[in-house]
């Protein structure tokens, strides 16, 4: 998924003049036709996420031979990003699609491009169905629409190499930063060779990097602060001074390594890295000397010492589904009502889970006995099913991209290197946002 959110940021994805193009042709890429309306569905360019599409689709025609569903993979070149847009610009767009991150849902959402979901009869229904209450509340746009309903929920995890924390005299995590700066001192004392984080992105200023490191640990800081909201810098300065604080401790105790390293986690040389819920598959595969709650183990992100560090915030890696404007008011009520269908019905979420191994976007997955059997026996994924409801989205501003390359530039990757102290790149950081957004 990483590879994945890398593409977001190939290309400058422009959006202007969208709107003039975003209420095309009617009858174009059907519509009603003979008592049946169809509806075009644009599937992530995944073959475990096009088979599923295709499979509940088929199922819905059954029941609702009035409504035809064609799922068809999205175009990637040069993005799929770029393919929705070169889509709208030439009236061609879905009716619907799936794969949508929340700042490019901004972006089209700026430019009129996107029906607002929370206008369509049914909305409440799908947020009640699957119970996503709680996931939802991330989700608000800043002009108080929803315009993204969430399939998946990637909770961000830290994980932790259990076995070397053990040889250092502890049985589990810390979770205060002042707990993992003591880690770091006995880790040193033990094993000068070794790092706590050992990750080369961390000193990286590619702008979709952030999600991946700062968020989690800001996310997790500040409870959850939006950080941006409309044409806002939010931040919780408190909660990012700490943030910064707190790398900047790393780097004076020598536990941070910001070097290219072949498999740093995996072989021991850093013991604390960002795990998200494709990787339990990956060293399956790879390292199967990884077994959790034996070599390694996951938690949220550690806290600063004054929070409680239960129901900790972090990071959503995240996507869903949205309704473009384009679509006739006919294939709107159809695209909601086959959403309907979906959610209603928890089975299909366990379906998705089992092809995707993504957790589904809802609160009950680990106390609703659909999901039961698919985690007891697959133990790793649990902690990912029960961070979702904490789990926060990436920002809803059209500018995420430029916004997120300040903090690395600015902030985060000079405070990792040395090169600058919390307070002054805090304020860099914050001077360079707030100028993006005027």
């Known amino acids: 998924m990483k590879k994945v959110a890398s593409i977001l940021f190939a290309a400058s994805l422009t959006v202007s003049g969208l709107a003039a193009c975003s209420t095309g042709n009617k009858e174009q890429n059907s519509g009603t036709k003979d008592g049946v309306t ?14 599923y599409w295709k499979e509940v689709a088929e199922e819905f025609t059954k029941e609702n031979p009035e409504i035809k569903v064609n799922v068809s993979p999205m175009k990637e070149s040069p993005t799929s990003e770029a393919g929705i847009q070169s889509a709208i610009a030439g009236d061609s767009a879905p009716t619907m699609s ?18 607002p979901l929370d206008e369509l009869d049914g909305w409440d229904k799908v ?28 909770a961000m995890l830290f994980g932790w190499r259990l076995d070397i924390l053990k040889e250092l005299g502890y049985n589990e995590p810390p979770k205060t930063y002042s707990e993992m700066l003591d880690v770091a001192k006995k880790l040193k004392e033990k094993y000068p060779d070794k790092y706590v ?28 602060n939006k950080f941006v909201e409309g044409t806002k810098f939010t931040g919780d300065e408190k909660a990012g001074m700490q943030v910064l604080g707190f790398m900047d401790d790393l780097n004076q105790a020598d536990a941070l390594l910001t070097r290219q390293s072949k498999d740093p986690f995996e072989s021991g040389l850093g013991i604390f890295v960002d795990v998200g819920p494709w990787t339990i598959p990956y ?29 900790v915030k972090t990071f959503a890696d995240t996507k869903g589904l949205v309704v473009y404007a384009s679509a006739t008011k006919e294939q709107q009520k159809a695209a ?9 019905n928890p089975e299909n979420d366990l379906k998705w889970l089992e092809k995707t191994n993504l957790p589904p976007a809802r609160d009950d997955l680990t106390t609703n006995e659909t999901f039961k059997a698919f985690l007891d026996k697959n133990p790793a994924l649990q902690p990912y099913a029960a961070a979702v409801p904490n789990a926060i989205p990436p920002m809803d501003n059209a500018k995420y991209n430029d916004i997120q390359t300040f903090i690395g530039q600015h902030a985060f990757n000079p405070v990792v290197k040395g090169e600058k102290d919390p307070k002054t790149a805090w304020k860099d950081m914050k001077e360079a946002i707030e100028g993006a957004l005027k």
């Open 127 to 154: 947020k009640e169905s699957r119970k996503m209450d709680n996931t939802m509340k991330g989700w608000e746009f800043a002009d108080g629409h929803q315009y993204v309903l969430p399939i998946y929920s990637n």
């Open 38 to 51: 169809t509806i075009e569905f644009w599937a992530a360019p995944n073959p475990t996420q096009q088979v």
């Open 283 to 311: 060293w399956a595969e790879k390292f199967p000397e990884m077994k959790y709650n034996e070599t390694y183990t996951l938690t949220p992100p550690p806290v600063p010492d004054d929070m409680d560090p239960k129901e």
């Open 98 to 115: 799936e794969n949508i991150n929340r700042g490019f849902a901004a972006q089209l959402a700026d430019s009129k491009a996107l029906v």
């Open 336 to 344: 909601m009502k086959f959403i309907n269908w979906v959610y209603s």
């Open 197 to 224: 984080w050992a990750k080369a992105d961390l000193a990286d200023p590619t702008a979709w990097k952030r999600w991946f490191d700062f968020f989690m640990l800001y996310n997790a800081a500040s409870d959850g």
